[in-house]
């Protein structure tokens, strides 16, 4: 078939607004200052363009304009779910499949969209009938598979709060999350097969079971990987298989804008992890502003025709969130359940691009470390498929560096060109990227017209480069990805339209051209409408806006160029990022200090710019007690069963003393400033401290890392 046009949508937005309101726009910085200014005009028309309904009419846009507490669009309802479904019709008449799911072993499903709803509504129906309603949590403990997929659609379809991590995570650290939410059903997979190996899971599932009292229902996902069934599990699968009249009638519940959809974790340097609660409205009116930036279509549409939507992710990621948000846009989402870096024994970093070839994936999108080992491993794309389809790379979890955007764009260089050699491409090829109708010929207005629209490459066979940085906390993008505009290896092209992104200095001063903390100065509609059991918002408040009131800060670095153009630097405090996944520091030192012979503990991780993450402990052992082999394996081991083998340290150095405050507080991000680079007498200050002494061994540390070569 001939390639789609693939016109931008966030150009077909635009179109929109000028035939619709009458607003047009000398170019991208003009667009957003316009979002971000007049909040109410702004998110009205993202409502209208994602085509909401609401059998109630919402009284304004903005009711309170504050942060946190903004009231959104009083009155309207909604449902998540029901905006998935709206697809059926259309994409089965076209069709297009609703999920392609495959795994290491091979296995593919593919679910119609007809299949899809019918799922759905027969496990809300057994959920239904198993006494849940709306505001009850439902926990899932499953792995990226499509019944991951189904059950938060259908716990969505009721009006019950969703939450799910991974099976790679350990038993206490599921544990920790779940015990907080009282969750009334657990939905658990018995096994997993990852990295090539068969884990058995009914342990931990029991475990779990064990560790929430609240749970009066337990539903299994029956795999061969476990040993042993679990005696008070129901089977999942017969839960979604009823076909019948009721399923057929089944609709999705109309719910308050502002009801909880799921809860999502992020953990801080203190406490348990943050139980983070979204709303259905506000999570799909962000997820269609920033799927403008992304530019994923319906795979029935005739401009996104064929359309396949990837971004490998964990269930415990909200990456995932994203990946499902794709059938919300009506794209057929293809999902990987597996190690992207093929089997432990026998590393492939090739697994993922095969997966992504054998199933004609039109967005690609993983974490900024995947194509970084990908470079390192010497992968080359051309040898892995017909990967000619790929029209989009997708990266963020932690910043991209300019060698590995470069390596992956000349990559998808070598491929469009063997691709157009063979002459055997049906698939969007680089012109397809930017094509736009006859009646809009000409270059598209960019940040400053035709110069920077020749800049952009309009046309010119390079693959979009969608390099974006957000949050599990409000499970979006504040800077992200714009076809029309200027790509920077290393950068992100733009500010995301409705997200008033500042960088701001010490003294809360906005700045441009220079390093500073990512601040939001304006409400979103995606920020959490709560944290789940937080007495007076009192973490919330302390989370995102202790250091300037009434302001949203992330706990990134960010430099805001005069063009527009953004660079994340890394975390701006002491939260570990290992490969987009993030974990608390508190979660570690309980895992650690957990053993006799540890009496204190530290960790950094020191990602910044593209780095690798190099993530160091420090231990204070007992009196007597030398680190060993044995005890650094003991260390790893507390951590990988505690936690999971991703926040195992890169390297373990025993120490007289872990500095701290005079208040006793640890001072990790000091620590890790010194260990950058940054000179001792800038990062802290040895008054405040209670044995300033304790830092003389880390300024040593930092004098070895940061030595100049030879």
């Known amino acids: 078939m001939p390639a789609p046009p693939f016109v931008p949508r966030i150009r077909l937005y635009q179109d929109w607004l000028e035939a619709t309101r009458g607003l047009r726009f000398d170019g991208y910085d003009a667009l957003w200052r316009w979002s971000v200014t007049d ?66 072993q091979g296995r593919v499903r593919e679910l119609s969209w007809p299949e899809l709803r019918r799922q759905v509504a027969s496990l809300a129906l057994t959920l239904r009938d198993l006494g849940v309603v709306p505001g009850d949590r439902v926990a899932a403990y499953l792995p990226n598979v499509p019944e991951a997929i189904v059950c938060l659609l259908a716990c969505a379809a009721l009006g019950a709060v969703w939450s799910v991590c991974a099976p790679d995570m350990g038993t206490s650290a599921v544990a920790d999350r779940f015990r907080q939410i009282e969750p009334k059903v657990l939905i658990a997979v018995d096994g997993v097969f990852y990295a090539g190996r068969a884990m058995d899971r009914s342990a931990t599932v029991q475990e779990l079971r064990a560790a929430l009292p609240t749970v009066e229902h337990l539903l299994v996902l029956e795999t061969p990987f476990a040993t042993k069934r679990i005696a008070d599990g129901r089977p999942l699968v017969p839960a979604t298989a009823r076909n019948d009249a009721e399923t057929d009638a089944f609709e999705p519940a109309w719910l308050p804008f502002d009801h909880p959809l799921w809860i999502v974790y992020s953990s801080g340097t203190t406490g348990l992890p943050k139980p ?208 029309e505009l200027p790509q920077v290896p290393g950068q992100m092209q733009c500010r995301q339209i409705g997200h008033a992104v500042e960088a701001w200095d010490a003294q809360g001063r906005p700045v441009q051209d220079a390093v500073g903390e990512l601040v939001c100065t304006r409400p979103i509609p995606s920020m959490p409408l709560y944290f789940w059991n937080d007495a007076g918002n009192a973490r919330y408040l302390s989370s995102y806006f202790d250091t300037y009131p009434g302001v949203w800060r992330h706990g990134d670095w960010i430099r805001i160029g005069a063009d527009g153009g953004c660079t994340i630097y890394g975390r701006s405090d002491a939260t570990i990022n290992r490969h987009g996944l993030r974990m608390g520091t508190s979660e570690i030192y309980r895992a650690v200090e957990a053993l006799p012979e540890v009496l204190d503990s530290m960790v950094v991780d020191l990602e910044y710019l593209g780095r690798d993450s190099w993530m160091p402990l420090f231990v204070v052992l007992r009196e007597g007690l030398v680190l060993d082999d044995a005890l650094q394996q003991k260390i790893a081991g507390a951590i990988r069963a505690a936690l999971s083998p991703r926040f195992v340290p890169d390297a373990v150095y025993q120490v007289r003393a872990i500095p701290r405050t005079l208040t006793g507080k640890k001072q990790e991000l000091p620590v890790k400033k010194l260990l950058l680079g940054q000179p001792p007498e800038k990062v802290v200050n040895r008054a405040a401290m209670a044995d300033p002494d304790s830092l003389d061994w880390y300024v040593e540390l930092a004098k070895e890392r940061n030595a100049p070569p030879g």
């Open 276 to 483: 983070i609660v979204h709303g259905h409205g506000g999570i799909l009116l962000t997820l269609h502003a920033v799927g403008l930036h992304n530019d994923v279509g319906a795979s029935y549409d005739p401009n996104h025709r064929g359309e396949r939507f990837h971004w490998y992710s964990s269930t415990g990621w909200v990456m995932w969130n994203t990946q499902v948000g794709g059938l919300v846009c009506g794209a057929t989402a293809c999902i990987f359940d597996g190690n992207p870096g093929g089997p432990k024994d026998a590393p492939d970093w090739s697994t993922l691009w095969r997966f992504a070839a054998r199933h004609r994936v039109t967005f690609f999108g993983a974490g900024a470390a995947f194509y970084s080992q990908c470079m390192k491993a010497g992968v080359v794309l051309r040898d892995c498929g017909d990967l000619s389809r790929v029209r989009a790379l997708g990266s963020t979890g932690s910043p991209l560096s300019e060698e590995v955007q470069r390596w992956g764009s000349e990559q998808m260089a070598q491929v469009y060109a063997a691709a157009a050699e063979a002459g055997a491409s049906a698939a969007p090829l680089p012109e397809g990227r930017s094509a736009r109708p006859p009646e809009a010929a000409g270059p598209p207005p960019g940040r400053g017209g035709a110069e920077d629209a020749q800049r952009a490459g309009w046309g010119a066979g390079e693959v979009f480069w969608c390099n974006i940085s957000g949050g599990t906390d409000f499970a979006g993008a504040f800077v992200g990805g714009h076809r």
């Open 39 to 104: 909040l109410d005009a702004f998110w009205q028309s993202i409502w209208e363009h994602a085509e909401l309904q609401s059998p109630t009419p919402h009284t304004t846009v903005l009711a309170d304009d504050r942060m946190p507490g903004a009231v959104w669009f009083p009155g309207a309802q909604v449902n998540y779910t029901r905006q998935v479904l709206r697809h059926v019709a259309a994409a089965d008449a076209a069709g297009v499949p609703a999920i392609v799911s495959d795994d290491e």
